[in-house]
């Protein structure tokens, strides 16, 4: 796993950020029930103690003037009431080894917990688990074969019903079941079996020597499921059977709060869970996450009208977010990467022509298959041009994939716009004419696709541009951010997908460890509807000198070697065109200043600490 720390937030970024604008959601679905609550009353809020009067003033032995009265204190608000959060991204899905989008991850987290989480230092802290396994205390095989996790003693689901390891070995099951086609499947992927020792004591053995013991079960993309809840939904049964579509929505879980209602696309209502092993110390009753609108919107509805406690992703043009921050009334949440805008490239054919074969990974494209035509869109995107023009103090440049930590950043590779050298690449390669290229009667006209988002509609326009500079013809669309980030594999409009020649979004790693994200652009890896769209290789990538490195990445124990090959392989994503990196972006979330608890998380969702947040004032 990686270790060292993230890059130290500019205190210039925690004013400044570029927006992602979403459209209006999509068509109203019908709101899904969350399971039968249990009998047992949510628990009273706990009342604040009162406050300590200031003791009277000592007299002065002489005749100096009278002291200043203590302030008298202000007493802390009384738990209880309800924490607005506002995403500009409807969540879609609870359920979230079947997500593709954060708003989704960051629903289901409110819910659902795994073994222990990442906090803003990187540091795993236990949630699940009673303590963190490592070498000295035991928990973590000398040899790299085995982990032993400890959980905590007498957890309850929200429904009321035992928490056992049982629960962690079921998700594992469903998860490794490629017909279930979780999107998280590559966390689990190096689980040879999992012994449960004792009740509370469980034993993880990998199929290899595994330098990543966290690997599993941990952060955002380890959360547990309650096995009486989707026991019959492992397989093509996940997506498909109502009852366990039914569960995708309203999953029972350990966190501090259960589903009262999901409305699809727009909110989601959550209650107490009195069943919480810690419920006597959340201070809010209610939690509502609202989706839609833009970010914009979102800053100025807890910055300005104070109508929301916590916006997310707040990605808004410098001119628009300073005045809405010298409001004074909220703070910036920021720090870390929040991941790396890229380009990525389609090695299949979206063609609507080819039917039901469209954008399967059988199907090579008529000419992003070409190296040439790759770099070609490399050379001659201006990195310079989006970062100074859009992002600003938000976002850098960048060649590449992988940022975060350092000791995986490659220093190998430039991104030099070169248009010369991109049109001698293509005529070189045949492509030739005016002002589209051609060859063998295949055109240079690529479909771009993104979400609707103000910036990255500013984005598509100079890369638009740019391309065109070289004789590549590009037509932009823009898709709702609901629809573009959903793992609805009904959706022809999914970047899963990707029925597009190019599309750009930003993620990162979710663990400190590059294993699991690198293992998104291995062969076995590529989405298709085989399964269910929800594999992580949207580009269709496949290159066998990449999976090689990826199975040495697998084994290597040496710390050193393992930051070697990963950056090899980000080397070659960059240099093989499987994807275009374009900014490495840091993007803060803002909140109501009397709202104590949020946090940045590089490697986790930003709600990962929710069950601590509560009002001051």
Partial sequence: MKQQRLWTWLPLLAVLALVLAAC????????????????????????????????????????????TAAPTAVPAPAAGGKLTILYWQAVTTLNPHLATGTKDFDGATV???????????????????????????????????????KIKPGLKWSDGSDFSIDDIIFTWEYCKDEATACTTKSNFDPIETIEKVDDTTLKITWKAPNADPYVSFVGQNGMILQQAQFGSCIGAAASTDAACQAANLAPIGTNAWKLTELKVGDTVLYERNPNFRDADQVFFDQVEIKGGGDAASAARAVCETQEVDYAWNIQVPKAVLEPILASGNCDSVAGGSFGVERIVVNFAN?????????????????????????????LAIDRKAIAEQLYGPAGAPTCNVLVVPANVRSDNLTCDRD????????EDAGWVGSPVREKNGVKLVASFQTSINTLRQGTQAIIKANLAEIGIQVNVKAIDAAVFFSGDPGNPDTLNKFYADLQMYTNGPTTTDPQSYLAAWTCAERSSSANQW??????????????????????????????????????????????????????????LKNLDGPTYSTFDSVLWNIASWKRTS
Wanted: hydrophobic content about 40%; charged content about 15%.
């Fill in 111 to 149: 819910i659902l917990e795994p073994l222990a989480r990442y906090n803003q230092n990187d540091e795993l802290i236990p949630f699940i688990a009673a303590e963190i396994p490592t070498t000295a205390n035991g928990g973590v095989a000398a040899d790299g074969m085995s982990v032993t996790w």
């Fill in 24 to 67: 209006g959601s999509p068509p109203a679905q019908t709101p899904t029930s969350a399971p039968a609550a249990q009998a047992t009353a949510a628990p009273a809020p706990t009342a604040a103690p009162a406050p300590t009067a200031a003791p009277a003033p000592t007299a002065a032995p002489t005749a100096a003037p009278a002291p």
């Fill in 419 to 426: 248009v010369e050298a991109a049109k001698k690449l293509l």
């Fill in 350 to 378: 979206p063609d609507p022509m080819l039917g039901d074969q469209r954008s399967e990974p059988d199907q090579p494209h008529p000419f992003l298959t070409d190296p040439a035509v790759r770099a070609a869109i490399n």
């Fill in 534 to 591: 929800n594999g992580n290789g949207d580009g269709r990538y496949c290159n066998e000198e990449f999976d090689a490195l990826f199975a040495q990445l697998s084994t290597e124990m040496d710390l050193t070697k393992r930051n070697t090959l990963a950056i090899q392989m980000n080397d070659i994503l960059t240099t093989d065109g499987a994807v275009v990196p374009l900014i490495n972006r840091f993007t803060p979330q803002v909140k």
